[in-house]
């Protein structure tokens, strides 16, 4: 079962998100036969639009297991989309591992590589080189599953409270500033949920 849920994010990015890989403004509208309700999506960037992070398992790349549990323990997580054959993606690989590193415990950032499975190798290597020490989720069910699905562009990143749902908007393509960018996205979410918004830790 694990090995078809991984083959579904595979196709989905085969089929969508391979067109969608872009650099520092990808946020190009999709090709005439997306779905109309997610061209709505991309355009305007309502992460609520994909979907939830309410129910879900995905196996991770140093063999565990997440959760929506553990996305619960936190008051936002930070889920970003990548594949191994984008290049902007790995490109911002370091800035997401530096702005990770520097998060409050209340925070937190994984990644999804949605061709990840079958391809740990290549995915481990791409993330020990960038120093990024965070879960890396390969597998996805339920509402990880049908948000991969809903995907257009890699690197995607949305926001989910504890409840799992996604709050904000989706940061669509790789951003030269990335940790202002997540900054200003984590504390309007936080805000939003009555939260007190949160500085970066230096190390």
Do not use: H
Not at 105 to 134: H, M, S, W
Not at 167 to 189: M, P, R, T
């Amino acid at each position: 079962m694990k090995r078809i849920i991984s083959l579904i994010l595979s196709s989905a990015l085969a089929l969508g998100l391979l067109s969608g890989c872009g650099g520092v403004t990808s946020s190009a509208p999709p090709a005439d036969d997306s779905p109309a309700e997610s061209s709505s999506q991309s355009e305007q960037g309502n992460a609520a639009a994909l979907g939830s992070l309410s129910t879900f398992s995905s196996d991770t790349l140093d063999g565990g297991i997440f959760t929506q549990d553990d996305v619960k323990a936190k008051d936002i997580t930070v889920v970003n989309f990548w594949s191994t054959t984008c290049g902007p993606c790995i490109v911002e690989m370091p800035d997401l591992a530096e702005f990770a590193k520097a998060l409050p415990d209340n925070v937190q950032l994984v990644t999804v590589c949605l061709d990840g499975y079958g391809n740990e190798d290549a995915v481990r290597e791409i993330v020990q080189q960038a120093g990024f020490e965070e879960p890396v989720l390969l597998t996805g069910s339920d509402d990880l599953l049908e948000l991969a699905r809903n995907l257009i562009y890699t690197p995607t990143t949305v926001l989910a409270d504890s409840d799992g749902e996604l709050v904000g908007d989706a940061i669509i393509g790789a951003k030269k500033d990335l940790s202002a960018v997540y900054l200003e996205a984590v504390n309007q979410a936080l805000a939003a949920g009555g939260k007190d918004e949160i500085t970066l830790e230096t190390n």
